[in-house]
């Protein structure tokens, strides 16, 4: 049974930093994404990697300021987001998917995350101003 366990979400200052954390089990994938939505606002895609060959890409919202990384050991990915935004605050998902191909996977944080099969429980992050 697949399952992903985020944590690290919580309430920061504007120009604050945090590290999110997504422990995998129960699967092996190609593609793992952070996906994030606001209240009223549709689900958006912030940045994937493509576990292989470690390539990463980024939605035009997270350049420079937020980095996908994975631990192949620990079967766990992050993200740390630093400079963070009143904007940013979101209720932010880790995904993972066994089939997505890395073309595929370099696309998909241009959409929603339907390609997805697995999700995690979101962890919410709030930034104040």
């Known amino acids: 049974q697949v399952q992903l366990v985020e944590s690290g979400g919580g309430s920061v200052q504007a120009g604050g930093s945090l590290r999110l954390s997504c422990a995998a089990s129960?699967?092996?994938?190609?593609?793992l994404g952070w996906f994030r939505q606001a209240p009223g606002k549709e689900r958006e895609g912030l940045t994937s990697?493509?576990?292989?060959?470690?390539?990463?890409t980024y939605h035009d919202s997270a350049k420079g300021r937020f980095t996908i990384s994975q631990d192949y050991a620990k079967r766990t990915m992050y993200l740390q987001m630093n400079d963070l935004r009143p904007e940013d605050t979101a209720m932010y998902y880790c995904?993972?998917?066994?089939?997505?191909?890395?073309?595929?996977?370099?696309?998909?944080?241009?959409?929603?995350?339907?390609?997805?099969?697995?999700w995690g429980q979101g962890t919410q992050v709030t930034v104040s101003s």
């Open positions: 995904a993972a998917d066994p089939a997505i191909h890395s073309r595929r996977c370099r696309a998909v944080v241009a959409g929603t995350g339907g390609e997805f099969g697995y």
């Open positions: 129960g699967g092996t994938f190609t593609c």
């Open positions: 990697i493509h576990t292989a060959s470690g390539t990463t």
